[in-house]
């Protein structure tokens, strides 16, 4: 049977994905019960089943809803760079189509997801983002062409980890710094500050343990 809400169907449809998005967001997949998501966007539990069917359907709908979106502008960004980008041209292509774009929004609820690693690998690191990875890897290993590939994988873990840093914590950061958050003022230091960290020395990695 077809819920009563079916009628206005974008309209609920998306009263749910923004409601649990919020709520995954601020307390967790676990904590959150499919009832918690129809009280906050004011719909039944039918209209949940008919749209998503299950919780975890509604996790990977909200996962592509963020990414979707921002996926295509990364590789928009990257080749509206041109043929040689710059490390700083890259680093904003990868980073600002998350931090800047409405998404943004849901900054907590991506963090979660990042944070959490069974859920980031099988959701989204094999169905979102594995392409536009290796898209990135190889721009990064043209313009650094003396970076090993082992230590450029590295390098983008630790961009990809200041990135979900600030995405869990875009909530307190008010709070933390004593001014309101704006990914238009952040994004500028964040990408200097990681292109250095792309440009630094190798690290000097010591293969030999210390006796106990």
Known sequence: MIPVEAPNT???KTRIL???EKLFGLRGFDATSLRDITAEAQVNLAAVNYHFQSKESLIDSIIERCMGPVNRRRIEMLEAAGPSPSV???VAAFLSP???MEVFSAGPFVGRVF???????????????????????EAIGAALPDLPPEERFWRLQFMAGSMSHLLALSGVMPLMSGQP?????????LVTFLAAGMRAPIAVISTTRKED
């Open 181 to 189: 958050f704006d990914p238009a003022v952040v994004m500028p230091r």
């Open 10 to 12: 974008l309209d609920t």
């Open 115 to 137: 944070s959490n690693p069974s859920l980031f690998v099988e959701r989204v690191y094999k169905k979102h983002l594995i392409d536009v990875v290796e898209r990135f890897s």
């Open 98 to 100: 998350l931090l800047m």
């Open 88 to 90: 700083e041209q890259i």
């Open 18 to 20: 923004k409601a649990a």
